[in-house]
C-alpha cells in the first residue's frame, strides 16, 4: 500500500527519473518529503483508525 501510494503521488507532482539525472538533489528533497507525508497517510488510516 504504502509502495503505491508512493509512485502515485511522485507521478502525480512530477518527480521522474528524468528529474533524478538532471538535478539529483531536489529528486531526493522531493522524494523524502513524498514518503513521509506518504506514510502519515498510511499511519492515519490504518494505525490511527
Known amino acids: 500500500m ?5 509512485e ?7 518527480v ?3 528529474l533524478k539525472a ?8 522531493r522524494m523524502n518529503n513524498i514518503c513521509n507525508h ?3 497517510i498510511v499511519n492515519t ?3 490511527y483508525v
Open 2 to 6: 504504502l509502495l503505491r501510494l508512493v
Open 8 to 14: 502515485d503521488m511522485a507521478e502525480s507532482e512530477g
Open 16 to 18: 521522474t527519473e528524468q
Open 22 to 29: 538532471d538535478n539529483q538533489m531536489e529528486w531526493v528533497q
Open 38 to 40: 506518504a506514510e502519515e
Open 45 to 47: 488510516e490504518l494505525i
